[in-house]
């Protein structure tokens, strides 16, 4: 915005302000007021390389403007405008001696080869009409102006629409929850529902507890549901800017102790009268204008949001549009007062210090009128001089219309289509290959010499572990029997010791022709134990018998030790009741099996 557009909005949310019956308390004070931005605005005009004589007659065209306007408006009123006539201040005369050049100033300035100083003539045009009424003379000037406006109109980007669906929604898809110091004072429950056919419930949570139990709750019925958070401001729902800055400041102290597991998108939304477009079937239906955005967030800051929302309500107004006119100029002076009066970093404090993440801001031009003289208006009283006139008031803002968030697509699974990726290069295998070979020819040629120096032991320690699996897996048969039958086992320890009974050696005597005439069998040597001692001992206790039975076939067979195999099973396998003395003598005993080869 350059800088004599910004005085220019100022003084047309003033004449916006008129059109509201806006209360002038000092006429004096009010014509200096306006003295002072037309001065300014000369003087910016100047400096922006405007002609001196274009400047001076939209100077001109202001003043007899605001002259017919308060004229018109205060003829009511006790007070009277004619002894204040800005005409009169700048030029000596009446707006009634000047009424015939009126419509010739402004026909000039709309053959100006400048489009800044075209749109402000064009946009004058306009504002007189409501004044005037549509005359030939205006008539004649819009007509001849219209082709010129279409080339320098800035086409203003649609709002995004809502996602609004026919059928009524099984399941919500967008949680709204209303926060913020005014939440509880002018959103009330009963007056809340589902939109959309059931597409997006709005809640109010006015505390911090609040907030959590609805969330937890959320998450509980329908995980899968998006949340927003509107944070609605009210510019006249306090007295003044400070009391709005506390209540706001109390309000961030309160809610960042909240631990949240994300931060929630929050939508700042203010709501105030910019225009008078009413909608004839709801006339406190809102007007929106809204600059959101769409996941991810980012770090978004109020200044570049209120940036968009102003290039938002500019590109809308054409010059032709009363309305957008109004809510263009008030719009952009509302967004000053935010800033002037610092509540802008207020906001933007509280949005760092607590668990939301800014999504973007939105400004709601509803009702008929101001409902209280609160913050806004009494700033607008004391730059302007001039309060806005009340309206009854309405029983709650109205909300938003907000975008759905999108439904979860279905993804379908295709089968890729081959690829016939192209041949490697001949010259890129060939290092490969050779190195492949070369580890191979290493591999085999290991194994060569190792079987060539090794295979005697190799083969004798097959020959040890054969038998084992010989044992599981071949049946015994009839001459498979233990050497020692089991109701001719005699004991051959003594109890808890692996030493051989005196008597035993005559036992063992006796099975060395029968081992002898089997040269080409293998012998497993079982131990075994009675129950006395814990089952471990009895374990380690029966393989010792087995090893010691085993030492002493070699030394009295001359057979080598790989012919023999020991095995120890503790006290698991008894012959005799272990409850009596001679049970136990007979269970501490060893047996000797024939393997076949």
């Known amino acids: 915005m350059v800088k004599s557009e910004n005085f220019f909005c100022r003084l047309i949310g003033i004449d916006t302000l008129i059109a509201f019956d806006g209360i002038i308390p000092s006429a004096a004070d009010f014509q200096l007021r306006l003295i002072s931005l037309i001065e300014q605005l ?6 922006e390389n405007q002609t001196a004589e274009e400047s001076e007659a939209l100077c001109r065209l202001l003043c007899g403007y605001f002259d017919k306007r308060l004229m018109t408006n205060q003829k009511d009123n006790a007070l009277s405008w004619q002894r204040y006539s800005l005409m009169h201040y700048f030029y000596g005369h009446n707006q009634n001696q000047a009424d015939s050049d ?23 045009l306009t504002l007189l009409k409501q004044v005037e009424g549509e005359t030939d003379a205006l008539a004649s000037l819009s007509a001849t102006c219209a082709p010129r406006t279409w080339l320098a109109r800035v086409e203003a980007e649609p709002e995004p629409e809502a996602d609004y669906f026919d059928t009524p929604a099984t399941t919500p898809r967008l949680m709204v929850l209303i926060i913020g110091p005014f939440a509880q004072k002018w959103f009330h429950h009963a007056n ?15 505390h911090a507890t609040t907030l959590a139990n609805r969330l937890a709750h959320k998450e509980e019925t329908h995980p899968s549901m998006a949340v927003v958070t509107l944070f609605p401001i009210l510019a006249d729902g ?44 709801d006339p406190d239906r809102a007007i929106w204008t809204s600059s959101l955005m769409m996941p991810p967030y980012g770090q978004l800051t109020l200044e570049s949001c209120f940036r968009q929302l102003v290039d938002k309500l500019n590109a809308h107004d054409d010059g032709q549009d009363l309305y957008a006119i109004q809510r263009y100029a008030l719009g952009s002076t509302f967004i000053a007062w935010l800033a002037e009066s610092r509540l802008m970093n207020v906001l933007q404090t509280l949005l760092a210090n607590t668990p939301l993440n800014l999504a973007g801001v939105m400004l709601a031009d509803y009702g008929r009128g101001f409902i209280r003289h609160g913050a806004w208006s009494q700033w607008l009283s004391e730059r302007y001089g001039i309060l806005p006139a009340l309206s009854t008031s309405i029983a709650m803002p109205p909300l938003p219309s907000l975008p759905l968030p999108p439904q979860p697509e279905i993804v379908v699974w295709q089968e890729p289509e081959p690829l016939n990726a192209p041949a490697p290069h001949r010259s890129s295998l060939r290092p490969v290959t050779i190195g492949l070979l070369f580890l191979f020819a290493c591999l085999v040629g290991g194994f060569f010499y190792y079987a060539r120096y090794n295979i005697k032991e190799i083969r004798e320690q097959v020959r040890q572990i054969s ?19 089991l109701e001719n086992t005699v004991p051959l320890f003594e109890n808890g010791s692996s030493n051989l009974m005196s008597d035993s050696e005559k036992t063992l005597l006796d099975i060395i022709p029968a081992i002898k005439r089997s040269p080409e069998k293998m012998f497993l040597i079982i131990g075994h134990s009675d129950n006395t001692g814990s089952s471990a001992t009895n374990l380690a206790l029966s393989t010792e018998r087995a090893q010691v039975i085993k030492n002493w076939l070699v030394e009295h067979t001359g057979l080598p030790a790989e012919r023999f195999i020991t095995e120890g099973v503790g006290d698991t396998r008894p012959i005799a009741n272990n409850d009596t003395k001679e049970g136990r003598a007979q269970n501490r005993r060893v047996e000797i099996i024939p393997l076949s080869r």
């Open 42 to 47: 000369n003087k910016a005009l100047q400096e």
């Open 238 to 281: 306090v007295e003044n800017s400070t009391v709005l800055t506390e209540q706001l400041t109390s309000w961030q102290f309160v809610f960042s102790s909240i631990r949240l597991s994300r931060r929630l998108p929050c939508i700042p939304v203010f709501y105030t009268r910019l225009s008078q477009q009413r909608h004839s079937h």
């Open 102 to 124: 009126f419509i010739s100033q402004i026909a000039a300035l709309l053959r100006t080869d400048s489009s800044l100083m075209f749109r402000y003539a064009r946009k004058m």
């Open 192 to 206: 809340l529902s589902t939109t959309d056919n059931g597409h997006i419930i709005w809640m109010v949570a006015e």
């Open 467 to 485: 038998p084992l699996g010989e044992i599981f897996t071949t049946p015994m048969s009839n001459q498979n029997v233990s050497l020692f039958a």
